[in-house]
């Protein structure tokens, strides 16, 4: 199946407005078992989205179109897709009791511009809204189905999951999803990554081995298709393949056919014994939440001391959904009088060493720790740039303190950043990265 997105708007075309809306719509494709071919952004332009609409009618089988379903001038996605089709637009009687329904409710009024959203191409069927007021749509030209929804996020989701969704999986009789593998890697290049996983094509020539790199981790996916790898009255996989001496005894489900699932873990098996303890997560969890994973799996809590890192620690931490029910406190004592009056710690420490060194981290972590009632705290003290600190320490500079119910240090580490974004955010997952070790009972290899 050939599947095709069409992302229509000027605020798309200038950088205003990030596409959100079209890897959200690659995601829950791909989770059905289809892989997006091409993604097409067009701006404003009537002739140019029905140009456009015309030819992916001729290549695709399906095809998501978002944005340009509004109340102005701008929104001419109803129109170009009528022009593209052959049809004239009418006003779609369900959509328009549906959105009187959604203004009634607010006490608004309906007026002649949002008429203009339910008038749509005559033969096209409606998409009700249950979040919003702009109706979506769906028609066939040529080979494909097209699926028009609004632009705003929440609207577009909504509608996928609830109206688009129900009738891809009916229209194309869809049964079979893609078995996906994801595994979080932290403390390695790229390059480092694929050279150590270099004969994984050879091992397991079933499965897609994907990178993708998001700055300080790298997530590893394993993507197996079944529609792709086995057809049917096929074997799943040669028996003579050297994949067997992979596959435990146990897993083997008959002599010409393995298990696709026991297939996939064995993959991810094979990846993580390359990879060591760098991978972080075995299920594509991000740093911060295999750390807040571990904390509510032993029953424990957390408070954090920031200098260097500004906070950032923190905001991560609580991006995790649940996290209040591990995280304590967060001080960020960017000045040295902050790390005396709030974390306790001594004006001699301060002084003889300064506020880049591994005691002052240990101090800042115990003081956070006695502060908050908190089993484990975490501190950053560093230098992360553009200009240098004392001569003795260069840019990239951190020292992370630990303290925890049994054990309490602190380490110094070096980056080799020149940029202070990147160094802020290589310093907060390795203070993360500590932690995750020590609750994982994890060597920490510095």
């Given amino acids: 199946m050939i599947a095709e997105i069409l992302s229509t708007g000027d605020e798309v075309m200038l950088g205003d407005l990030i596409d959100t809306n079209s890897a959200y719509l690659c995601d829950r494709l791909k989770q059905l078992g289809i892989v997006v071919s091409q993604i097409t952004a067009r701006g404003d332009d009537i002739a140019a989205v029905k140009e456009t609409i015309l030819q992916i009618s001729r290549r695709a089988d399906i095809c998501m179109v978002t944005g340009g379903l509004g109340p102005t001038s701008d929104d001419i996605t109803a129109q170009a897709c009528a022009s593209a089709a052959g049809q004239p637009l009418k006003l779609h009687p369900e959509a328009y009791e549906t959105m009187k329904t959604y203004f ?20 096209a069927d409606v998409l009700m809204n249950t979040c ?17 929804m609004p632009g705003v996020p929440s609207e577009m989701r909504q509608m996928m999951e609830t109206r688009v969704v129900p009738r891809i999986t ?26 150590l996983l270099k004969e994984f094509d050879a091992l397991f020539p079933h499965i897609r081995l994907g990178f993708r790199a998001s700055f300080p981790t790298i997530e590893v ?12 009255n096929q074997k799943f996989f040669d028996s003579s393949n050297q994949l067997d001496s992979f596959i435990p005894d146990e897993k083997k489900l008959a002599a010409e056919k393995y298990d696709p699932r026991a297939y996939v873990e064995k993959a991810g098996h094979w990846v993580v014994r390359q990879l060591g303890s760098k991978v972080v997560s075995l299920t594509g969890l991000s740093l911060e939440a295999e750390v807040g994973r571990l904390l509510k799996q032993r029953g424990q809590t957390l408070a954090v001391a920031e200098s260097c890192t500004g906070g950032l620690i923190s905001h991560l931490i609580t991006e995790v ?35 880049v060194h591994e005691n002052t981290a240990l101090e800042m972590a115990r003081g956070a720790r006695q502060v908050s009632g908190a089993d484990w705290a975490i501190s950053t003290t560093g230098i992360a740039g553009p200009g240098g600190g004392p001569t003795q320490k260069k840019v990239g500079t951190v020292c992370i303190g630990l303290a925890g119910p049994e054990k309490a240090d602190a380490r110094q580490y070096q980056f080799t950043f020149a940029d202070r974004g990147k160094n802020k ?18 060597r920490d290899e510095g």
């Fill in 221 to 232: 996916k394993l993507v197996f298709d079944p529609t792709g790898c086995c057809p049917e």
């Fill in 425 to 442: 955010k290589i310093f907060a997952a390795m203070a993360l990265e500590v932690l995750r070790r020590q609750l994982g009972g994890v």
């Fill in 170 to 195: 009916k229209a194309f009789n869809l049964t079979v999803n893609l078995l996906i593998r994801r595994l979080t890697v932290f403390g390695l290049p790229e390059s480092q990554v694929g050279a």
């Fill in 321 to 355: 959904p649940g996290s209040s029910g591990y995280f304590l406190l967060s001080a960020v004592t960017y000045a040295n009088a902050a790390k005396i009056k709030v974390l306790g710690v001594a004006p001699e420490t301060l002084a003889s060493r300064g506020a």
């Fill in 132 to 148: 919003g007021t702009a109706p979506g749509f769906c028609f066939a030209l040529n080979q494909c189905q097209f699926f028009c």
């Fill in 104 to 123: 009634d409710r607010r006490g608004f009024v309906l007026t002649p511009e949002n008429e203009k959203q339910a008038i749509l191409p005559a033969d």
